[in-house]
């Protein structure tokens, strides 16, 4: 080690100040090109995935039994932490609209509040996140292992395309859980926010309904499944992506699986806000 007067810094130090300059400037330079190369694999990888889901469906060669055996397998991964997930979300908002409306004087109106946050953005947003945590996490660990034994190369020698063996499947079994998961999200949060409601705030039941009713219309229920069909086409792309470029080893794995689970939960907030003032726009919203 040098050692300098107490002015002047040493030469190890001097040397970790360096390196650190160098760190940032070469992450500066390649991360932004990282992100477009991701970005463009990503979307490449979607149109193929696509066109491959409707080819394969209109001529017969969809791998149905890998779609049941992923979608089993997702609906039982997924299944059980929504639920739970949902019940607390959906009271937490319930309670904080019924004190908002009790502060101006229409408790009534918590049943209108209750359908719009519910339907609208609670039940598909938290059937998306479940499944970009839960489903979309295994299944990045899948492919990324499969990559790591060299199964996606041992299917490209043999001329078989690994998007329509592996992605495909996944994909369709993904967007038919995000279907389902938003049914079963919204009944539950709507049961547990009547409940909450009428139970524990005194709410009238049949005034609960009819703003329910009066503010929840279909086109809500049919904005809800057309974000989940969007969101679970996000998740599979996003994680079939990262796992089939997985590098590193296990460690590799982690960082993929890590990175899947990121990139989905962001994409999903954007594309959440997006759809949501869409659907405003195009459609009012209409008044009591």
Not at 166 to 174: G, K, Q
Not at 207 to 216: L, M, P, R
Not at 246 to 257: F, I, K, L, W, Y
Request: hydrophobic share 50%; aromatic share 8%.
């Amino acid at each position: 080690m040098t050692v300098t007067d107490g002015s002047r810094p040493s030469v190890d130090e001097q040397s970790a100040v360096e390196e650190i300059g160098d760190w940032g400037r070469r992450y500066v330079r390649n991360h932004p090109l990282e992100s477009l190369q991701t970005v463009g694999a990503q979307m490449v990888l979607g149109i193929r995935a696509i066109q491959y889901l409707f080819i394969d469906l209109f001529t017969g060669r969809f791998r149905v039994g890998e779609f049941i055996q992923q979608a089993a397998f997702m609906a039982g991964t997924a299944f059980l932490p929504t639920v739970l997930v949902t019940i607390p979300i959906c009271v937490t908002l319930a309670i904080q609209f019924s004190l908002l409306a009790g502060q101006v004087g229409a408790t009534s109106l918590s049943g209108a509040a209750t359908g719009l946050v519910v339907i609208r953005q609670g039940a598909p947003l938290v059937a998306a996140m479940l499944l970009a945590m839960a489903v979309g996490s295994a299944v990045t660990a899948d492919l990324g292992a499969r990559t790591m034994r060299e199964e996606i190369a041992a299917l490209e020698v043999m001329g078989i395309s690994p998007v329509r063996r592996m992605v495909v499947p996944r994909l369709a079994a993904l967007i038919l859980i995000a279907i389902l998961l938003t049914g079963i999200t919204t009944f539950v949060g709507y049961i547990a926010s009547y409940l909450f409601n009428v139970y524990l705030q005194d709410t009238t039941p049949g005034s609960f309904i009819s703003t329910f009713s009066s503010f929840a219309t279909v086109g809500d229920l049919t904005l809800a499944l057309v974000k989940a069909v969007i969101y679970g086409t996000i998740v599979a792309i996003v994680s079939c992506q990262k796992g089939l470029d997985t590098r590193g080893g296990p460690a590799g794995v982690a960082n993929s699986v890590n990175a899947a689970v990121v990139e989905s939960m962001l994409l999903l907030m954007i594309v959440n806000v997006v759809l949501s003032q869409l659907y405003i726009i195009v459609f009012p919203r209409q008044t009591l």
